[in-house]
């Protein structure tokens, strides 16, 4: 962001303003915590801010502080709708495309008052004034503190800021350990502790939160539904309708499984696919070089990060599993351990 960007954002805050805050659809720690973060530091700032969310989100993020106030569009349509409409100033976190926002796409494109976009996903689409893109950030939530120290703003990190913006950063870098977890993701995760945040609580709060049903459904899905493709140095895991519902399945159960194929040796390409009402969606990993986003953006309608994408598939689990299988052949190439 260039200074007069950041003078301009800076004028902007500098008197009282209606702010939404938005993030992506299922929101994950990143999102959830980023967008808490961002909303105690404006509230102590004085502004009038509410985070509206396209969909829920899993029971293990809603501990996090300020979170009895966010807005569900799925539950809360007209809610969600008159905060937009009324807002002036409207934040986009860790999404860089209005389609991401599922049901609030068209609100948030249409947006008529001043757009600031916070994220570190690649190619940012060109749809808001400001933009704070940095895709080496560890994760949204090290970019709410960057943009905090921008507006010289650093005495308003209170214990709920630090707390949002530190499970962010742990969430997304997969507790300290994925690429990009850099010295500045460290740095600002120990001044997140100085400033209030308990990190051990936090990891509490979202590792060992776990339902009996959620550990039986990791054991049937590694044990029961793992095929690992040697050749192509790749693993997936596909989970049925049936199996999920015999597991109880609640959104979030899931969260994690995909890294269990990618921690195989050899194994440096996985996905996991999962299948919904209407169609399958798929995470997919990768280690090193190899393009997961490729591979989400060419054949399954997705996108995201080279080592961590998404997408979805419309057809049958069986189908998806097949086109996975084709799609496969044209990256051999690629695909090394
Ligand atoms: P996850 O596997 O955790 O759902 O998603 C991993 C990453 O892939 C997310 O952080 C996000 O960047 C990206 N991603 C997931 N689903 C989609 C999708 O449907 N479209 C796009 N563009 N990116 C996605
Ligand atoms: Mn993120």
Redesign the pocket.
């Known amino acids: 962001m260039t200074d007069k960007e950041i003078e301009g954002i800076a004028d902007l805050l500098s008197s009282k303003k209606r702010i939404a805050i938005t993030t992506h659809q299922f929101p994950?720690g990143d999102a959830m915590g980023s967008s808490l973060a961002l909303y105690h530091y404006l509230i102590n700032k004085g502004h009038e801010v509410t985070v509206v969310v396209p969909t829920h989100y899993p029971e293990f993020l809603h501990w996090i502080p300020g979170n009895e106030g966010v807005v569900n569009y799925m539950s809360h349509q007209h809610k969600a709708l008159d905060i937009l409409e009324a807002a002036e100033v409207l934040f986009c976190l860790d999404y860089n495309e209005p389609s991401?926002t599922r049901g609030l796409s068209a609100p948030v494109a249409n947006f008529k008052g001043i757009k600031i976009l916070i994220d570190h996903?690649p190619e940012p689409a060109d749809f808001v004034d400001y933009t704070l893109s940095e895709t080496k950030a560890s994760s949204t939530a090290e970019l709410i503190y960057e943009f905090i120290l921008m507006l010289k703003d650093e005495a308003l990190i209170d214990k709920n800021v630090a707390t949002g913006v530190y499970t962010g950063i742990m969430t997304d870098t997969g507790s300290f350990a994925y690429g990009f977890t850099t010295d500045r993701a460290h740095f600002i995760a120990g001044e997140m502790i100085n400033a209030g945040a308990n990190n051990r609580a936090i990891q509490n709060e979202i590792f060992n939160s776990n339902s009996e049903d959620r550990i039986r459904l990791m054991g049937h899905a590694l044990s029961e539904r793992l095929t690992v493709l040697t050749e192509f140095h790749t693993g997936f895991i596909a989970l049925s309708k049936e199996d999920l519902i015999r597991f109880n399945f609640q959104n979030g159960d899931t969260e994690g499984l995909?890294n269990y194929i990618i921690s195989i040796k050899g194994i440096s390409f996985a996905v996991l696919m999962l299948e919904r009402e209407q169609n399958v969606k798929c995470?997919f990993r990768s280690i090193g070089a190899f393009p997961a986003n490729d591979v989400?953006q060419q054949h399954f309608k997705?996108?995201?990060?080279r080592n961590?994408?998404?997408?979805?598939y419309d057809g049958s689990l069986s189908d998806a599993v097949e086109h996975f299988r084709s799609v496969l052949v044209n990256f051999k190439a690629q695909l090394k351990d």
Do not use: C, K, Q, T
């Not at 961590?308 to 979805?312: C, D, L, T, W």
């Open positions: 994950d991401r996903h995909v995470s989400a997705g996108g995201g990060h961590a994408a998404g997408g979805e």
